[in-house]
């Protein structure tokens, strides 16, 4: 039995020792991630600078400031959803759904602040119809997601019968969500920074956010070492669905209608912050400071592109290329440190 334990007892002495230099290979990675695409944030803000002057208008600063936040919510949430290896398609189809339902009780004279917490409640029952379909279904969440993305929008074309949904009356007490200034900022970009700091706070500081990035590296093994993966993953999509309902009370609260073609794209858009933050979508690795940086970046690069004159048309292929080149630098990363290890 010794010579046998002997052997054991080595190996698990040198995984143990190996621990703490991992983890500060992992840590030391990070810092250089987000260092590298702060560098890249401050080098596109300097390019706008120079391409055009109109860049630093405080009105235009304050406009991308509102752009950060409405892409940056719903991309918190897709982060979520993201480290446990999953995917959610479906938020901009939430988006769609919580706007018309809560234009329409809007219009019909429902108080605000109960507008907002059944427009939270349905973003996160939709949210749970999909980490249902995943834990118990066992489906595919990208399949899952597909198919919640596309019976969300036929539910928003069948709440509005197609049409935009305007609320005049409510409009003025409804207007500080999407409207309203706080410390000369935006309340969008306070909301932002909120949901921001809770999130941080969640996956650094709490089992719970531990437990994500455990199912995001290995489930079996997470399912092995006690932890609920199933109510982990669950938790997730309710997650993904009460940011993606946030934004969409942010959008109805600036534009005063709410539309049944709200959120097209949303999810690609969101999907590419997170991946631009430095979030695997293989699961278990990054954060919520990068998918910040990531939604910077994006609403940079959009200014850029609308200060430029360049066609929407032409900015969605910008968009896709984006996406594309991150997926490869991930996927180049990924196999560069698998032959390393």
């Known amino acids: 039995m010794d010579d046998l334990a002997g052997p054991k007892a080595g190996r698990m002495s040198n995984i143990v020792d190996k621990m703490p230099t991992a983890a500060k290979k992992m840590r030391l990675g990070r810092f250089w991630r987000t260092s590298g695409l702060l560098w890249v944030l401050v080098a596109l803000c300097i390019a706008a600078a120079l391409i055009s002057p109109a860049f630093l208008n405080p009105f235009n600063i304050v406009n991308v400031l509102r752009q950060v936040a409405l892409f940056g919510i719903v991309s918190i949430g897709l982060t979520f959803v993201i480290l446990t290896a999953g995917i959610d398609l479906s938020v901009g189809s939430i988006v769609a759904v919580v706007a018309v339902s809560s234009a329409l009780l809007l219009q019909i004279g429902i108080p605000v602040p109960l507008v907002i917490l059944a427009g939270l409640a349905v973003g996160m029952a939709m949210g749970a119809v999909n980490g249902l379909g995943v834990t118990l279904g066992r489906l595919p969440p990208f399949i899952m997601t597909l198919g919640m993305m596309v019976m969300g929008r036929g539910l928003a074309m069948t709440i509005s019968d197609g049409h935009p949904i305007r609320f005049p009356d409510a409009s003025d007490d409804f207007a500080w969500l999407g409207q309203g200034h706080l410390l000369g900022l935006p309340v969008p970009v306070w909301l932002f920074v909120t949901v921001a700091a809770l999130a941080y706070f969640v996956l650094r500081f ?54 049944p073609v709200a959120g097209v794209g949303l999810e690609l858009e969101a999907i590419a912050i997170t991946v631009i933050g430095g979030t695997s979508l293989f699961g278990g690795e990054g954060g919520v400071i990068g998918t910040v940086i990531g939604a910077a970046i994006f609403a940079v690069i959009a200014n850029i592109l609308n200060l430029a004159g360049v066609s929407p048309f032409t900015q969605q292929i910008v968009k896709g290329a984006i996406i594309v080149a991150a997926v490869l630098f991930e996927a180049q990363r990924r196999r560069r440190n698998g032959s390393a290890s």
């Open 206 to 259: 709490t089992p719970f956010g531990r437990n994500i990035y455990a199912v995001g590296s290995n489930p079996e093994a997470a399912r092995l070492s006690g932890i609920n993966v199933g109510l982990t993953i669950f938790s997730v999509y309710v997650i993904s669905g009460a940011l993606a309902a946030l934004t969409a009370l942010i959008f109805i609260s600036r534009l005063t209608v709410g539309e």
